[in-house]
């Protein structure tokens, strides 16, 4: 009788068990198709909030891996695996993920807050890390910077978020600033007066700011104007290049010096030095020894 009672005990449990497993298999399988679902539904609904398409893609695939882990825990249990060490394994595995991940995870944290606060986008000029160029793209990991001279660099999204960012266009204006040298006996008021002609020629220049020229220094050899203005973004090297030709032909019509640096020396004419008698060459010596 007490045989038949084990036996009968064995069964209901191996039949529970069997029951639990077909309940988290179904588990398992409905809930990854919903949490498949529900990622996907999320990123629609970015996507129609118009957020980046890598920042979408990130959480798309973060809302599924943690979904999916919060399944595979409940499925578990219910198959009658205790959770709390499940738990505690994947929690300690986390965090030694974490410490082994260190840098990459800096790097990915900051590449979702460049998305999301966008601070530059593709086709600016900044410097950013330490690097000056444009930006050829945004991921997660790191930025892609092209340098002037063609050249590539992929900075860490970490260093760039650790420093300073300097977008040179995202306001869609810069300002250049150069400094010309007048001669001292020129007249400044011509001067200034000729480059202000300068500046309401070019199209280039804004006006508004408008363009200004200055009195910087008395240096040593030449009066010191500085010229400030401004101009689109695309605008800007080649308008002050051709600003700094156009300045140097209408003051050599004009008649306006540029001078390079000046030294003057002053010679006092005085009582020329006694040099000393040369001595015997009887009794000299050479660098050789020989009298």
């Excluded at 890598?54 to 219910?78: K, Y």
């Excluded at 444009?134 to 590539?152: A, G, I, K, Q, Y």
């Excluded at 260093?159 to 040179?168: H, L, P, Q, R, T």
Aim: proline share 4%; charged share 20%.
């Amino acid at each position: 009788m007490h045989d038949l009672l084990t036996r009968l005990h064995f069964s209901e449990t191996a039949v529970t068990t069997l029951i639990n497993l077909c309940i988290a298999l179904v588990m398992l399988l409905v809930g990854l198709w919903l949490a498949a679902r529900t990622a996907n539904l999320a990123r629609r609904a970015m996507h129609r909030a118009n957020v980046d398409e890598t920042l979408s893609g990130f959480l798309r695939n973060l809302i599924n891996g943690v979904l999916i882990a919060l399944l595979v825990v409940m499925a578990l249990q219910q198959a009658g695996v205790p959770s709390a060490p499940l738990v505690a394994a994947l929690g300690a595995g986390g965090l030694a993920i974490g410490l082994a991940l260190q840098g990459s995870l800096s790097n990915l944290a900051w590449g979702v807050l460049l998305i999301v606060f966008r601070p530059f986008r593709v086709g600016d000029y900044v410097l950013a890390g330490g690097t000056e160029g444009t930006v050829e793209s945004v991921s997660l990991m790191h930025t892609l910077l092209v340098l002037p001279d063609n050249r590539e660099a992929v900075v860490p999204n970490a260093k760039i978020g650790s420093d300073a960012i300097v977008n040179f266009n995202r306001r869609g204006t810069r300002r250049f600033e150069l400094r010309v040298g007048i001669g001292y006996q020129d007249d400044i008021g011509r001067a200034m007066e000729v480059i202000r002609q300068l500046f309401a020629a070019d199209a280039r220049i804004l006006r508004d700011p408008a363009p200004g020229v200055w009195t910087e220094s008395l240096g040593d050899s030449a009066v010191v104007l500085v010229l400030r203005a401004y101009t689109r973004s695309a605008d800007g090297w080649a308008a002050q290049t051709d600003l700094l030709r156009a300045v140097k032909e209408r003051f050599g019509a004009e008649g306006i010096s540029i001078p390079y640096p000046q030294r003057e020396v002053t010679w006092t004419q005085g009582q020329a030095p006694v040099r000393p008698a040369a001595p015997d060459r009887a009794g000299t010596v050479g660098p050789d020894g020989i009298r």
